[in-house]
């Protein structure tokens, strides 16, 4: 059973960072998408930004590009969400998700994590 652990969230400061933790569990992730989404209060699930397992290749939502990174660790089976100069608008659940390359759906997500960017 696959599971998706999140961590690193937390309050900061407008300007500040966090670095968010996926800890992935339960198979093996070669020819997986895992991804960032968020939440704000009130508002959809949108997403942050997604990387392949294997390949590394990364992609962001414009509001993001710039500021965040997102990365994996193959050894540890965790993927890292890096943020950097903090928005207010940037406050939201974090969530951990993932899929296979061959769909378009994210089967697997984590509990979610906390940001809260005070201005």
């Known amino acids: 059973q696959v599971q998706l652990v999140e961590s690193g969230g937390g309050l900061v400061q407008a300007g500040g960072s966090l670095r968010l933790s996926c800890a992935a569990s339960?198979?093996?992730?070669?020819?997986?998408?895992m991804a960032w989404f968020r939440q704000a209060p009130g508002k959809e699930r949108d997403f942050v930004a997604r990387i392949t397992w294997s390949g590394g290749t990364t992609r962001y939502t414009d509001s993001v590009k710039g500021r965040f990174t997102i990365s994996r660790d193959n050894a540890k089976n965790t993927v890292y969400l890096q943020m950097n100069a903090l928005k207010p608008e940037d406050t939201a659940v974090y969530y951990c998700?993932?899929?296979?390359?061959?769909?378009?759906?994210?089967?697997?997500w984590g509990q979610g994590t906390q940001v809260t960017v005070s201005s």
């Open positions: 998700a993932c899929r296979s390359l061959t769909t378009d759906n994210y089967d697997y």
């Open positions: 339960g198979r093996t992730f070669s020819g997986y998408v």
